[in-house]
């Protein structure tokens, strides 16, 4: 009697702490505070790992963690560097580590976005500055392999969607954006001349917004090019405008007259480097332009954003009347 007793209290025993173990697995540690970031390195163990969260305040005790991994065991904890913002059990805190869900920036950059377009996207963020960012875009070292006339690393930044930690550095991130440059680059088995093509590509970037129009736009800039005619091109006037700090959201004649080199009213020929980060589209439609013999191209005033393309001033003339009359009606 006394023998099944014992037997009985060790069994109460035995089931009363697994029930208050899987109670603090599956409860919220109250006494996390604050925010805090935890990295771990491949290759940490999962008793190293739980130390780690113990010292961090994630949880309470290793114990904890390691009794969730046995009760759900075979997964792979995944290395990285993971943000704890509440309080969470020990339970959710394993399942996010199995899971890789890791902390990072989403940096995400529109094709024709130019180098002050990102640094300020990049400050919003909270990685680090736009003023650091910019001071290590304006080297142009990281791509001078490719393109050893560019004065900075306009053009080469790839527009994309760039998952960053919180370790990279201004430096860094221009390194990834060129290296994804370079290796869409590589893929078109191209002997174009890099530097002309993406300067050139940047502006038809910066004109058109239809994929269709890309290669027709390239084609006058291209037409005006062979006579020498000077581009016109709004955008460069805008960028001119930008790196000498005196955009105002619009183009007044005081930009028109500025004799920035990259000032393409005042200054025939292309700009001394590209004037925003162009997509593939824009570079493979100045590698390929539309056959065409046009010189001018206005918008249409559908609100489509498509454009009128002519061959001489006197169609062109035509076409920028209906669209002024079509864009005061």
Not at 211 to 226: M, T, W
Request: proline letters at 5%; glycine letters at 8%.
């Amino acid at each position: 009697m006394k023998i099944s007793r014992i037997l009985a209290l060790l069994a109460f025993a035995a089931v009363a702490a697994g029930g208050f173990g899987i109670w603090r697995l599956a409860h919220a540690y109250q006494g996390f505070q604050g925010q805090v970031f935890v990295d771990f390195p491949r290759g940490t163990s999962s008793q190293a790992l739980a130390d780690k969260l113990v010292r961090a305040g994630v949880i309470r005790s290793r114990w904890d963690f390691l009794l969730a991994r046995t009760v759900d065991r075979g997964r792979v904890l995944q290395a990285g560097e993971y943000r704890f913002n509440h309080p969470a059990s020990a339970i959710e805190v394993y399942d996010r580590i199995a899971r890789g869900d890791v902390f990072y920036y989403e940096l995400v950059v529109p094709e024709g976005r130019n180098l002050f377009d990102i640094a300020n996207a990049v400050e919003q963020i909270g990685l680090f500055s736009a003023a650091q960012f910019l001071a290590a875009a304006r080297n142009p070292q990281a791509i001078h392999d490719l393109d050893p006339q560019a004065p900075t690393l306009e053009g080469y930044l790839f527009p994309d969607t760039y998952r960053l930690s919180r370790h990279t550095t201004p430096a860094g991130l221009c390194r990834i954006m060129t290296d994804r440059f370079r290796a869409e680059w590589q893929l078109l088995h191209t002997t174009a001349d890099v530097h002309r093509t993406v300067t050139l590509a940047s502006l038809v970037e910066k004109e058109s917004k239809l994929d269709d129009e890309r290669p027709k736009v390239a084609a006058v800039f291209e037409n005006r090019l062979r006579i020498g005619m000077k581009l016109d091109c709004d955008p460069t006037t805008v960028y001119a405008a930008l790196l000498d700090n005196r955009y105002r959201g619009a183009i007044y004649r005081s930009d028109l007259a500025s004799d920035s080199p990259y000032n393409t009213y005042r200054h025939a020929g292309l700009p001394p480097g590209p004037i925003a980060n162009p997509g593939m589209a824009a570079i493979r439609a100045v590698l390929a332009p539309a056959d065409s013999a046009a010189l001018y191209f206005v918008l249409r005033p559908d609100g489509s954003g498509g454009h009128q393309f002519s061959n001489n001033l006197a169609e062109h003339s035509a076409a920028v009347a209906r669209y002024r009359g079509g864009a005061t009606k």
